[in-house]
């Protein structure tokens, strides 16, 4: 199996990297392109045995399942360009949360999902959240699902909640650690304490914790009605959190959704079919 990658960004990198350490993929499977080429030469140099193309049409009409690693704004060129390059029976991936199955499969023949990967699939953990177009079959979908299960928790998602769903696997991370990180500064500022030492310390605490969540059946509440003795140093801190974030999360979502459905107005407007997204 052939699988190309149009863009070598951030994420695709990630998931070429992971695949390839993983051993879900060979570098002589895999055929990239890139705007700028001597990023894909970069990686191909990093890779030995991966095919850098001259084109993304290249990539593209080469390859039984191909990855869309760009961003939002240059979808619509990308799709124009290669389009008449696709054949029925391959599969076309997008990793950009805001682009819809419905541009996708307005613009290209091909059968289309949509998979939002996760900065922790670089360590062979976290979620794939995985939406899937009208085309895929039951054998795609267990393709993709192989391939994903070697860096990842493949889990499918209703497309209506790719926001919400993407604000916990992919955003979470950085959400969690600028917690630590200002809960780290501090530390450091008001008792010296060694700042490597309590970064390796906050990592290993949400190590622990995301094991206690996902392995040990605890759930948040749960978790932190064991910790917390009652008038205890952990009670009263939490008590400090309850009243100091008050209303914060759901301004963080809205900030999140007020985001995506401002690139998903300029997509359908892009693309032209607004008159053709679901109602959910």
């Known amino acids: 199996m052939k699988v190309g990658f149009i863009g070598t960004?951030?994420?695709?990198?990630?998931?070429?990297?992971?695949?390839?350490?993983?051993?879900?993929?060979?570098?002589?499977?895999?055929?990239?392109?890139?705007?700028?080429?001597?990023?894909?030469?970069?990686?191909?140099?990093?890779?030995?045995?991966?095919?850098?193309?001259?084109?993304?049409?290249?990539?593209?009409?080469?390859?039984?399942?191909?990855?869309?690693?760009?961003?939002?704004?240059?979808?619509?060129?990308?799709?124009?360009?290669?389009?008449?390059?696709?054949?029925?029976g391959q599969i076309a991936v997008s990793i950009t949360s805001p682009v819809q199955i419905y541009h996708l499969e307005s613009s290209i023949p091909c059968k289309v999902a949509k998979i939002i990967p996760s900065i922790t699939n670089q360590t062979g953990s976290g979620v794939s959240l995985c939406i899937y177009g009208s085309r895929i079959q039951e054998k795609d979908r267990l393709l993709l699902e192989s391939l994903l299960s070697f860096i990842s928790r493949p889990t499918e998602v209703l497309e209506s909640h790719t926001r919400i769903t993407s604000d916990f696997s992919s955003c979470g991370p950085a959400f969690l650690s600028f917690f630590v990180e200002k809960w780290i500064d501090a530390a450091?500022?008001?008792?010296?304490?060694?700042?490597?030492?309590?970064?390796?310390?906050?990592?290993?605490?949400?190590?622990?914790?995301?094991?206690?969540?996902?392995?040990?059946?605890?759930?948040?509440?749960?978790?932190?009605?064991?910790?917390a003795v009652p008038g205890g140093i952990t009670a009263q801190a939490l008590s400090l959190l309850e009243n100091r974030l008050d209303g914060l999360f759901h301004q963080l979502i809205t900030t999140t959704h007020n985001k995506y459905d401002e690139d998903l107005e300029k997509l359908d407007n892009t693309f032209g079919n607004v008159v053709n997204r679901p109602q959910y």
């Open 188 to 227: 450091v500022e008001m008792t010296g304490a060694d700042r490597p030492s309590l970064n390796a310390l906050a990592g290993e605490m949400l190590l622990g914790t995301g094991r206690l969540l996902t392995e040990e059946g605890f759930s948040p509440r749960q978790l932190q009605e064991r910790v």
């Open 9 to 88: 960004g951030s994420m695709g990198n990630l998931l070429i990297d992971s695949f390839i350490r993983s051993g879900a993929l060979q570098p002589e499977q895999i055929q990239v392109s890139n705007r700028t080429q001597q990023k894909a030469l970069d990686l191909a140099e990093r890779h030995p045995g991966l095919t850098v193309c001259r084109s993304n049409t290249e990539t593209a009409s080469q390859s039984d399942l191909f990855f869309l690693c760009v961003k939002p704004g240059d979808f619509k060129p990308v799709l124009d360009e290669i389009h008449e390059h696709l054949r029925i």
